[in-house]
C-alpha cells in the first residue's frame, strides 16, 4: 500500500482462532531385561537421534526410571509409541513406552 490516498487496498488481520495443537511427549520406561543397547537402537531409529544423545537419554531412563524421547503432535505420537512396542515385541523384550499430553 502506497500511503492509502487512492484506491488502495487495506487488508486487516482478523483475529487469529487457531491454536497450536496439542503436543504428546514419548515418554520410555525402565525395566530390568531390555538391554541398554537395544534401547539406544531404538531411540536412535523411531526418534532420530544420534548415537550421543540416545545412549545419555537411555542412561536418564535406567537412573530415573522414565524419560521424554520426544515430542509430537498427538498422531505421530501415537505412532512412536506402537512402533517401539511392536520393535520391543518382536525382539522379546518388555520395553515399554507411553505417550503424555505436555503441560
Ligand atoms: N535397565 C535396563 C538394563 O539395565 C536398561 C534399560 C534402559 C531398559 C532404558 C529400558 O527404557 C529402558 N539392561
Known amino acids: 500500500n502506497q500511503g492509502n490516498g487512492g484506491d488502495a487496498v487495506v487488508l486487516e488481520r482478523r483475529p487469529q482462532k ?22 539406544v537402537v531404538v531411540i536412535q531409529e523411531y526418534f532420530n537421534k544420534d548415537l550421543e544423545t540416545a545412549t545419555q537419554i537411555m542412561l536418564k531412563i535406567h537412573l530415573d526410571g522414565r ?8 498422531d ?28
Do not use: S, W
Open 18 to 39: 487457531v491454536q497450536p495443537p496439542q503436543m504428546f511427549q514419548v515418554v520410555m520406561l525402565n525395566d530390568d531385561y531390555t538391554p541398554m543397547e537395544f534401547v
Open 76 to 103: 505421530v505420537a501415537a505412532t512412536k509409541v506402537d512402533q517401539v512396542l511392536e520393535a520391543a515385541r518382536k525382539a522379546g523384550h518388555p520395553l515399554q513406552c507411553v505417550a503424555e499430553p505436555v503441560e
Open 67 to 74: 524419560g521424554i524421547c520426544g515430542v509430537y503432535t498427538k
